[in-house]
């Protein structure tokens, strides 16, 4: 049994897609059930809340695979209390989403993994770049309305489909080989945001235009979330303007056998999104 968290995530959902389509066993594990059966007929889905770990308890029983992924802003402890959960329900292996860069330094991410690894579980590390999805969901506006606001500067950044990470991930789920791998994940190649605009323009029609903004700018767009997400936002902008995103690996290819999706493939795929 596969139990996979955050269903509604732009990556978990793909996954339990992939899975169904592969025919394994798949129990959803989702804060708001209605919402996640709503979504997946048919499938088993519990109530999982990182913060109820009676709720935990319950979705990892009989559960011998984990996908783990969390909110962005949730701090280590009650995901490595998921991890310890999961052991003695006497699951064997765990897929976290994680991120690129972060063994280089002390943040929750890093924090999860490091006890991953001490717990003795089979785990693989998923570091995925940027999303594209991002520019369907967080930036939807921006591109229906002609304009991105991006606090990074001429940073490049090799943006990853959802997709391809869902089908890495279901290979470390499903396969063998992968304990003990933490794979960066990126896209085939390295765009500016002023290429990601030109590459909007040409599919739309019309002009997307991208707008450089400041740190600042960004926290005051972003006032009333919560600070630690504000903080990581903030962060990963800054990686983008140092060119720490820039970096293109050929992990997608490796562990599935083809070459990842490429931005205008993505845009293609959902033009009715921006339109």
């Keep these: 049994m596969i139990l996979v968290t955050t269903p509604n995530g732009k990556v978990g959902s793909e996954i339990i897609k992939q899975l169904q389509a592969q025919g394994h066993k798949v129990r959803v594990g989702a804060h708001t059930v209605e ?12 109530h999982f809340d990182f913060d109820n770990p ?3 308890r319950a979705a990892l029983e ?16 009650p995901v490595n209390a998921v991890v310890d959960a999961a052991k003695q329900a006497g699951a064997k292996r765990i897929v976290r ?3 690129p860069g972060v063994e280089y330094g002390d943040s929750p991410l890093r924090k999860v993994e490091l006890h991953l690894e001490a717990s ?53 789920l499903t396969g063998e080989g992968h304990s003990g791998k933490a794979y960066t994940l990126t ?6 945001r ?23 700018q960004l926290r005051q767009g972003m006032a009333g979330a919560p600070q630690n997400y504000i903080e990581l936002m903030s962060a990963l902008y800054g990686y983008v303007r140092a ?21 205008e493939q993505f845009v293609q795929d959902h033009l009715e999104t921006w339109r």
Aim: charged share 20%; hydrophobic share 45%; net charge negative.
């Design 62 to 77: 009989g559960v011998d695979t984990l996908y783990l992924a969390s909110p962005g802003e949730m701090l280590e402890g």
């Design 35 to 46: 919402k996640a059966t709503a979504a997946f007929p048919g499938l088993e889905v519990v």
């Design 187 to 192: 896209g085939p190649q390295a765009l500016s």
């Design 194 to 216: 002023d290429e990601v605009a030109a590459l909007f323009s040409s599919a739309l029609g019309r002009e997307v235009r991208y707008v450089p903004v400041g740190d600042e």
């Design 54 to 56: 009676e709720s935990v």
């Design 120 to 172: 003795g579980l089979e785990h693989t590390f998923l570091r995925p770049s940027w999303f594209m999805q991002n520019y369907s969901t967080l930036s939807l506006e921006g591109v229906r309305q002609g304009t991105l606001y991006e606090p990074a500067a001429d940073g490049h950044t090799a943006f990853i489909d959802a997709r391809d990470i869902a089908a890495v991930a279901v290979a470390a």
């Design 243 to 263: 060119g720490a995103t820039a970096t293109v690996t050929d992990e997608v290819h490796k562990v599935t056998g083809r070459a990842p999706i490429r931005f």
């Design 97 to 99: 989403l994680s991120a």
